[in-house]
Nanobody
Framework: QVQLVESGGGLVQAGGSLRLSCAASGKTFIINQMGWYRQAPGKQRDLVARIGSGGSTNYADSVKGRFTISRDNAKNTVYLQMNSLKPEDTAVYYC???????????WGQGTQVTVSS
């Protein structure tokens, strides 16, 4: 099992910045990919960004150029730096880590990000 603890959400004005953190504990040796997803009210959970063990990254088109994902393997932590935030970025943000196998898939409890206009 892997446990995930997220932090860094909150309320920010449009144009502002937030940094999310997600620390993993437990069987962290299985972790391959780390990422962030978000879910707005009434909508499905969508990928925001993910980063592989070698540092390769993928971003949703809506956040490219504004958000940056990074990871510290020594601390088993993944970060999401969010700049130039927009009201449409408002959502619950979930941390996700995955191993090599489909059953090695873990989620954090979610952290609320609210961007006011």
């Amino acid at each position: 099992q892997v446990q995930l603890v997220e932090s860094g959400g909150g309320l920010v004005q449009a144009g502002g910045s937030l940094r999310l953190s997600c620390a993993a504990s437990g069987k962290t040796f299985i972790i391959n990919q780390m990422g962030w997803y978000r879910q707005a009210p009434g909508k499905q959970r969508d990928l925001v960004a993910r980063i592989g063990s070698g540092g390769s990254t993928n971003y949703a088109d809506s956040v490219k150029g504004r958000f940056t994902i990074s990871r510290d393997n020594a601390k088993n932590t993944v970060y999401l730096q969010m700049n130039s935030l927009k009201p449409e970025d408002t959502a619950v943000y979930y941390c996700n880590v995955a191993g090599r196998y489909y059953w090695e898939d873990y989620w954090g409890q979610g952290t609320q990000v609210t961007v006011s206009s």
